[in-house]
């Protein structure tokens, strides 16, 4: 849980902490999406709709254990997926001379 900060400085402090603290995971989850490219047969496979909502049904029970709003962890975990996705493309393509 967040902390109270007394002042603006704070709260971007903290953010910035936290920040330091995400971007490596997320820089460690692209890995792991480079390589299940490398897994895909095909193109299409690239976008497993199930996967998505499966991931979306778990973040947002995450979230609530956790006392966030439900709805915003759903919102950036689709934003984010989409953007992994673009990347996932990418590296298949790359892998496969598309």
């Known amino acids: 849980m967040s902390q109270t900060c007394q ?13 330091r603290l995400i ?11 480079a390589q299940a490219a490398g897994f895909k047969v095909t193109r299409d496979k690239v976008v497993d709709q199930p996967r998505i909502e499966a991931i979306v049904a778990k973040v947002r029970g995450l979230a609530e254990a956790e006392g966030c709003d439900p709805l915003l962890i759903e919102r950036i975990y689709r934003a984010m997926i989409e953007a992994y996705i673009a990347f996932e493309s990418g590296v298949w393509d ?5």
């Open 7 to 19: 002042s603006l400085a704070d709260v971007r402090e903290n953010i910035d902490r936290l920040d």
């Open 94 to 98: 790359g892998a496969h001379g598309a």
């Open 23 to 33: 971007v490596p995971l997320l820089s460690e989850r692209a890995g792991y999406v």
